[in-house]
């Protein structure tokens, strides 16, 4: 994908519907896991806290979309909150300070 002067890739942007909102949510929270590379910078980078906010908010779409939504876009919600939970709390454990609200001490 090319790039204009002013910064805009002149490549064809995806449908925006829910799937692709969620899914873009649902990448985010995997940079932030350090399970995939940060598309601008190709670096592996980790981000408890990005990562953890990032799954709050796909949780907050779940419980405020919860009778909105077909079939297989709830579904999709639901495999992807699971799936980024189970890879949080491997990459956290069970007793990590981003699960019980508290702020991180300072190191």
Do not use: W, Y
């Amino acid at each position: 994908m090319s790039q204009n002067s002013c910064g805009c890739s002149s490549g064809p942007m995806p449908e925006v519907t829910f799937s692709t909102f969620i899914l873009s949510l649902a990448s985010s929270a995997l940079v932030h896991l350090g399970e995939v590379p940060n598309p601008e910078t190709g670096s592996m980078e980790t981000s408890l806290p990005l990562a953890k906010h990032s799954i709050d908010v796909l949780e907050m779409l779940h419980m405020k979309t919860q009778n909105c939504l077909d079939d297989q876009e709830r579904k999709l919600l639901e495999s992807i909150l699971f799936e980024l939970r189970m890879k949080f709390v491997m990459k956290c454990g069970p007793n990590c300070e981003c699960l019980s609200g508290k702020d991180q001490k300072p190191a």
